[in-house]
């Protein structure tokens, strides 16, 4: 199941199509391009950027899945993902993503 996250983070290339793209992402359309930030698969990393296509995988589709960012492009999302480590540390002093953004 996918989870949004209430403070959701939009790259710049993206702002314009925000509704259509989660209503496709929800819905496990075909996206061009678009990239989802989300917490880690493996609670040893702090973020994992995937490609909003592999959302359609089967593993996917019966993990939970916590979006916090979405990009047109992988290296907007690297990008966006060093701004929220930013964001995190400058806040709380530590790397803790997951009480951050929950």
Known sequence: ????????????????????????????KVTYGVFCITFASNR???FDILNANELRFPYYQRSDIYIVGLTKGREEALVMV??????VYQ???????REYFT
């Open 91 to 97: 806040n709380t002093g530590e790397f803790k993503v």
């Open 44 to 46: 040893d990393n702090l």
């Open 1 to 28: 199941m996918i989870h949004w996250s209430p403070k959701l983070y939009v790259g710049d290339k993206l702002k314009s199509k925000l509704d259509k793209t989660i209503k496709s992402i929800d819905n496990r």
């Open 82 to 87: 060093q701004d929220l480590l930013i964001e």
